[in-house]
Structure formats: C-alpha cells, structure tokens
C-alpha cells in the first residue's frame, strides 16, 4: 500500500480505502478521480466526482474508497 500526500492532497491507488473516525461536520472533497463515500447509520452512500465535495454528518465511522486513482482533500 502507499499514500502520498501532496499540498494538502492524500492520493489513493484504485480501490484503496480510508476509514475514518467521528469526523461530523468535516469535509471530504474530489479534487481528482471518483470517490465512493459511505457513512456509519446513513441509509445512501454518495459518489464524488473531481471538484465535488460531501460534509460528513454523522458520528462514528465514514470509508472513503477510490474507484480508481484519486485525489482526496479535508476540511
């Protein structure tokens, strides 16, 4: 596995996955590729396209994956 990360872009291979922890109220943003987003209790996932960006709303656990190679910016 490898992670890179570039002016505040994490970039992830094709179907590398993040999970992250009790991030409510941050923000994921697509700067590249297409991300799948899931959250922990939240009944529909979401797509992210290059430009796109999701707040997370929930507590507990979000998974980030990369369709294919992406770049993957938080706030």
Do not use: Y
């Not at 890179?4 to 700067?31: F, H, S």
Request: proline share 1%; with cysteine.
């Amino acid at each position: 596995m490898r992670i890179e990360l570039e002016a505040n872009n994490l970039r992830l291979a094709r179907g590398q996955t993040l999970k992250l922890r009790d991030g409510d109220g941050g923000t994921i943003c697509c700067r590249s590729g297409t991300l799948w987003v899931t959250e922990e209790n939240q009944p529909r996932d979401v797509l992210l396209e290059a430009g796109a960006c999701h707040r997370l709303s929930r507590r507990g656990v979000a998974l980030v994956q990369a369709l294919g190679e992406a770049f993957v910016s938080f706030a």
